[in-house]
Structures are given as structure tokens and as C-alpha cells.
């Protein structure tokens, strides 16, 4: 049993000791690539439209008041736009500090969150997860 645990704080402290290249810089994106993604970008949104256009008019022809539901639709997505965009923020700031100071095992991290202070040493890294 003791051996079992020796031989699995071996391989994570292998992996933490790999250092893995950023998520972007994996794959490289050449000009033809670009191009059919935008044609794929513009194809999904027709699509869509088309759709949005058919279930409006058949809508109409059953007598619902489809003015009222798009006008729903974008007071909801605008409403989901303004909550999600504080979450959204945050995402990308954790992204850009992985990518720009990324975090090692035994790091001591200080911060202040919300007018408290935060302490703590880093212990360990298993599987992309940080676990402290």
C-alpha cells in the first residue's frame, strides 16, 4: 500500500514537471482554413435566418403575434448578454493570466478578492486541474 502511494506521488510529480505548450499555439491555421471557416460562419447564420423567417410565418398563419416574440426573444438575449457579460470577463481574465504567468507547483499565491486576502501555496498539479 505504501509502495502503491510512493509510485503514484512519483508519476504526479512527473507530470507536473512537464511543461506543456499553450492551448493556441497547438495547431497552426493556414489561410484556406480561415476562408472555410468563414464560409461555414455565414452558411450556419443563413441557415438560421431561413429558419427564424419559416417558424415566423408559420406562426403568422396560426394567428400568434410573432412582433411580440422576436421582441421577447431579443429583450432576453439582450437581458442574458448584460448578466453573462461579467462572467464572460472573468473567463478571459483567467485565460490571459494562465497563458501570460502560468502557475508552478510550490508557488506561494497572494491575491485580495473582494477586500479579503487571500494566502496560499500551490501543491500540487494533477491532470490540468490545480489542486491546492
Known sequence: MVERKKAEQASLEELSRRELPPFFVSRTVNSSDARTMGFQFVGKV?????????????????????????????????FLTLAGRKIFINFLSSVMIHVTRPSVVNEWIQTKIEGYEVLGLLSMWVGGHRQS
Not at 441557415?47 to 421582441?71: D, H
Open 46 to 78: 443563413v441557415y438560421t435566418a431561413i429558419w427564424v423567417v419559416v417558424v415566423s410565418l408559420f406562426m403568422e398563419l396560426l394567428g400568434f403575434s410573432t412582433q411580440k416574440w422576436l421582441t421577447a426573444g431579443s429583450l432576453g438575449t439582450v
